[in-house]
């Protein structure tokens, strides 16, 4: 199962799986649908290249490239044109920060992790499975057993959600075998979905602390900050 791990063998091989261990809070769930977005955006051949001149050069899968575009991006200097795209298309029009009150809402943009979200809570088994972890961090078997979800459809969805970024683990809880439960919690508090004429606003609420240390949020900032002053001058 995926939650246990035996303490004698804890390796993450996989390498999005260690990359997400250097991720924290709404990292994991940007990147994968900032990674499609850019698929998207360029043809496949730059993206084959681009792929190979960071692997060569730094030793990063895309996905990494993607949580660590700002470190990076500098030294790229032959994708010049394709970077520029990126920042204008994707990063400038990904999410925006808005606040009310002592709130702080991410405001979405991008049509992927649009639909992302709304796929995942209109399935009435992952939106339990928020609100089960949404205040206190719990083990998969502890969730499903609350939530009533058969452990099948259950570990799948559970797994689902890790890999898109739902929820993250937390900590560990030992289990009567000797082994090491993964905690899980949702990064989502809220969502916030309405209609305006032909367009669907989504808006998520996470923790003020999980924005602040997001380094992704805070490049989509700075991408939107230095395109309204270029815009200004």
Not at 156 to 162: E, L
């Amino acid at each position: 199962m995926r939650d246990l791990i035996d303490v004698s063998t804890n390796q993450l091989k996989s390498s999005r799986l260690h990359l997400y261990t250097k991720m924290e809070g709404i990292d994991r769930l940007l990147v994968n649908s900032l990674s499609e977005s850019i698929r998207s955006e360029l043809t496949d051949e730059k993206v084959s290249r681009l792929e190979k001149k960071i692997a060569e050069d730094f030793g990063l899968g895309f996905d990494e490239f993607v949580y660590k575009f700002g470190q990076v991006r500098k030294s790229l200097f032959a994708f010049e044109l394709e970077l520029k795209k990126i920042e204008d298309n994707i990063l400038r029009n990904f999410v925006m920060l808005e606040k009310h009150g002592d709130e702080t809402w991410l405001v979405v943009k991008n049509d992927h992790l649009t639909e992302v979200l709304l796929k995942t809570f209109a399935d009435e088994d992952k939106k339990r499975i928020l609100d089960a972890t949404r205040e206190k961090a719990e083990s998969i078997p502890r969730v499903l057993t609350q939530c009533g979800i058969p452990n099948t459809s259950g570990y799948r969805k559970m797994n689902q959600m890790i890999d898109e970024g739902f929820v993250v683990p937390v900590g560990l809880a030992e289990t009567f075998e000797g082994k090491r439960a993964i905690l899980y919690k949702s990064v989502i508090q809220k969502i916030h979905i309405s209609i305006d004429k032909n367009d669907i606003v989504t808006k998520i609420l996470v923790p003020e602390e999980i924005i602040t240390s997001s380094p992704l949020v805070q490049l989509m900032t700075e991408t939107i900050c230095g395109a309204k002053k270029r815009l200004a001058n």
